[in-house]
């Protein structure tokens, strides 16, 4: 008996894909701080992490589920062009190759997500740590100075 992979979202993904071939692009969902399609590796990943994203006033929280995956797997990069890249792979066990599976659901290979931030945050200050299978990435907001006041002059004459 081979062991198969249960995926029960592969049937909507193909379907989305196939519209949108059909349709051309651009019929994405539109995610938090990016859009949820090919630009963000979905056809380049073997799977998509689970992402939160949340905004207080100094900064966003980005938490990914990564359980599995080493620290040494995981790239988080700040592009210049304000994208957040998450990236890495979960490598397969050793448990994994012996023994007569009846059921294979986690998923291992690799993963991609990729997301455009605001352009109000310190990209200089962002920090990334891994604690119990989830990747918390701290991305602090610039402080902004508030606006100079002009005094305006009379120019009589």
Do not use: C
Not at 60 to 69: A, E, F, I, S
Not at 87 to 95: A, E, N, V
Not at 98 to 127: M, Y
């Amino acid at each position: 008996m081979t062991a198969m992979r249960y995926d029960p979202w592969h049937t909507l993904r193909d379907l989305q894909s196939d519209l949108e071939r059909i349709f051309g692009p651009g019929s994405g969902r539109a995610g938090a701080m990016g859009r949820y399609n090919e630009e963000n590796g979905e056809s380049a990943s073997n799977w998509l992490p689970a992402v939160d994203i949340r905004e207080d006033e100094d900064s966003y929280l980005v938490q990914v589920d990564l359980p599995g995956v080493s620290p040494e797997d995981i790239d988080v990069a700040m592009e210049n062009n304000g994208l957040l890249t998450i990236k890495g792979q979960r490598q397969p066990d050793s448990s994994d190759q012996a023994g007569d599976w009846k059921r294979v659901e986690r998923v291992r290979g690799t993963f991609f997500r990729r997301f455009t931030l605001p352009e109000n945050v310190d990209a200089d200050s962002i920090q990334a740590r891994s604690r119990h299978g989830v990747l918390e990435i701290t991305v602090p907001k610039r402080r902004e100075e508030p606006a100079k006041r002009i005094k305006v002059e009379s120019a009589e004459d």
